[in-house]
């Protein structure tokens, strides 16, 4: 995440600096620079939309596994019943006299 904040910054600071030294009229390089940062606007609304869509895409396949709905994975309610018939068994497997 770091790198693309460091090149989204990168690109913006770049173009800033090439509309201010490109030897256009003022008003020219001001359109320019209101261009520029519609575009920038625009770009970092759609990447925004697409990272809300990934999470939300990530969000449904955490759900859907914690409900069981792939078939693999056990409830946690169902997992705590399961260890503790294995610790009752192991417990009383101990606890019953050895015959020779």
């Known amino acids: 995440m770091k790198t693309f904040t460091a090149l989204l910054t990168g690109l ?3 173009a800033a600096i090439g509309t201010l030294m490109a030897p256009d009229k003022g008003s020219k390089t001001r359109d320019k620079i209101v261009s520029s940062a519609k575009d920038f606007g625009d770009m ?3 990447k925004r939309d697409e990272g809300i ?3 939300q895409d990530l ?3 955490v759900v859907e596994m914690t409900k069981g709905g792939n078939g693999h994975k056990k409830s946690t309610a169902s997992r705590r019943q399961s260890s503790r018939s294995t610790r ?3 417990a009383a497997t101990a606890a ?3 015959t020779a």
Request: charged residues 30%.
């Open 96 to 98: 019953a006299p050895k």
């Open 88 to 90: 009752k068994t192991t």
């Open 44 to 46: 970092l609304i759609q």
């Open 53 to 55: 869509e990934a999470l």
């Open 59 to 61: 969000k449904d396949q």
């Open 12 to 14: 913006a600071a770049g």
